[in-house]
């Protein structure tokens, strides 16, 4: 567990090129600067297409980057074996992937496929994880595929942290729930955040959820990280052009 405050990982001039259909290389992240620290939870919003989901992805090497750095306690990602990296950063998808069988089933696969012994279902810390979570301990014998989606993402949310990951990666965690499902959640994750002294990095769409939830706010567009500071400074008094018309109300945006 780390120190809250402490820095747990850094993104160094992070870019990603791809080859588009034409075949030219085209950039997705240019020249990403951030910090995660234990404890604390950023957030990094921007318009579709901007590089978000890429973002996450080169953090456990999902993805590999074109250029910079990412380092994970002052070492470079890249000497890790990708499947030790994935258990200390761990990321929880926007469509999520449940194994077939249930709800505990999949609680407890992680811990299969790290040899370890799974929890019973009613293991202490299980059920803390379920509550936490918005899952109920009722629906641990359910046929997993049976949920809905956002309890399906919950339920990934929860496998994600069930083994203790350093550092939580969530892409759009909250697209499928409605507003006092993802107000309740908000205030889980901060909870989870503190209490196990993660290093959360959060991409959404949803600026209400931004405003409750982070520490530390990011502006994505075009690849580039275009501010990034408080929440509170950057939705009160947004410096760039871009920014300003993202935050907007949508009848004011312009065309």
């Given at each position: 567990m780390s120190v809250a405050g402490e820095l747990v990982l850094r993104l160094d001039g992070l870019g990603?090129?791809?080859?588009?259909?034409?075949?030219?290389?085209?950039?997705?992240?240019?020249?990403v600067d951030l910090a995660l620290a234990a404890g604390r939870i950023t957030v990094?919003?921007?318009?579709?297409?901007?590089?978000?989901?890429?973002?996450?992805r080169l953090l456990n090497r999902l993805e590999e980057p074109s250029s910079g750095q990412v380092l994970l306690n002052g070492r470079d990602?890249?000497?890790y074996d990708p499947l030790q990296l994935r258990r200390k950063v761990a990321l929880v998808a926007q469509k999520p992937f449940v194994f077939s069988g249930t709800v505990l089933d999949n609680l407890q696969r992680p811990f299969c496929f790290q040899g370890r012994t799974p929890p019973a279902d009613d293991d202490p810390q299980l059920l803390e994880l379920l509550a936490l979570?918005?899952?109920?301990?009722?629906?641990?014998?359910?046929?997993?595929r049976s949920l809905s989606v956002g309890q399906q993402q919950r339920l990934c949310l929860a496998r994600s942290l069930a083994t203790g990951p350093e550092v939580l990666l969530l892409d759009e965690p909250t697209s499928a729930l409605d507003r006092p499902t993802v107000d309740s959640l908000a205030g889980s994750l901060r909870a989870a955040c503190h209490k196990w002294r993660l290093a959360v990095l959060l991409a959404t769409h949803d600026l209400h959820l931004a405003?409750?939830?982070?520490?530390?706010?990011?502006?994505?567009?075009?690849?580039?990280?275009?501010?990034?500071?408080?929440?509170?400074?950057?939705?009160?008094?947004?410096?760039?052009e871009a920014l300003q018309g993202f935050l907007a109300p949508p009848s004011k945006r312009q065309d």
């Open positions: 990603k090129t791809r080859v588009n259909e034409q075949g030219k290389e085209v950039a997705v992240l240019r020249d990094v919003i921007g318009p579709s297409g901007g590089g978000k989901s890429t973002l996450l990602v890249r000497h979570c918005q899952l109920s301990a009722d629906w641990l014998q359910r046929d997993a405003k409750i939830i982070a520490d530390q706010l990011a502006y994505l567009e075009d690849g580039r990280i275009l501010e990034q500071g408080l929440p509170a400074e950057l939705f009160a008094r947004p410096r760039s």
